[in-house]
């Protein structure tokens, strides 16, 4: 395997860090510059096996409103599951029953977040928007599975990980 | 819209830079920490309307080789077709017949780097692998669409982008 010969803190901030690499690669010496985030979660939640609840927030890093499933990063010594718990209740104001469905990296070639995606079902709702991220500015918009299907492979979802999500879902007997 | 008061680059290297935005979201102030990367292309490959070709590689973000499709960032004053066609010269040693299949940010909560997905068709081999870029290290795998849906929902394949490209694409008439 690969053995990392040198690794220097470059940047240190609130959410993210980037450090320089040095390892042999067959050989071949290799600078890598790496950004480092948390570990995620993404969830799917499914009412009435028919219809999924979305969110809508303003993305500063793309300038625009986007439409994305639930989602947020693994805080502190949380489990993936206790962190979907508290994004769906975050984020949307539910609780229900999660199952893991896959688990994936955002952008490998040079960042570290590794989400895992779980499918919620039975569905309670407890309250809407608990303790939302400073940034965070969310509306929930309720559809029809094929609907939000329909906006993944239509272009109006631009968001990698809820196309994923969703096509995965569609394509999986759960 | 969002207007930025103030925007403070913190770190600035080879293919990423780090960026402090200071700006007003609902009359509340927020300083979000962004990361900056080119734009990018990933291509699905298609032979005969029945394979596909996959790359495998090493990947020191997440440790691991990893199986995805031919993907890269746009250089300079590339268009993404001209990107395209690069990365597939470079990465898989084929050219071919672009379709635009759709666009997508792969970490929108804090990385600006849009994705434009393209399926190639009508392949022509030209040669393997041109001018790699330095840390990789990338092996060509010929697979049926079928064993490519399938690794996307069984959890062998664990790149977003990858996931998202090969199940939008079978779910869409091209």
């Known amino acids: 395997m690969i053995r990392t010969l040198s690794s220097q803190k470059v940047y240190s901030g609130d959410d993210i860090s980037v450090k320089l690499d040095k390892f042999k690669l067959n050989s071949k010496l290799i600078i890598k510059e790496i950004v480092e985030h948390s570990p995620s979660v993404g969830i799917i939640p ?12 303003y993305r500063h890093a793309a300038r625009k409103l986007m439409l994305e499933i639930p989602a947020g990063k693994i805080e502190g010594k949380e489990t993936p599951v206790q962190a979907a718990l508290r994004e769906m ?86």
């Open 46 to 57: 499914i009412i009435d096996n028919t219809h999924t609840l979305f969110v809508t927030q």
């Open 89 to 174: 209740h975050e984020e949307i104001g539910y609780t229900g029953k999660l199952t893991p469905l896959l688990q994936w990296y955002l952008a490998p070639g040079y960042d570290t977040e590794l989400m895992y995606v779980f499918v919620a079902t039975h569905l309670k709702k407890i309250n809407k928007n608990g303790n939302l991220d400073n940034d965070e500015n969310i509306r929930v918009r309720r559809m029809t599975l094929t609907s939000a299907i329909n906006k993944c492979i239509n272009g109006e979802i631009q968001d990698c990980k809820t196309i994923a999500a969703v096509l995965a879902y569609s394509n999986t007997k759960l």
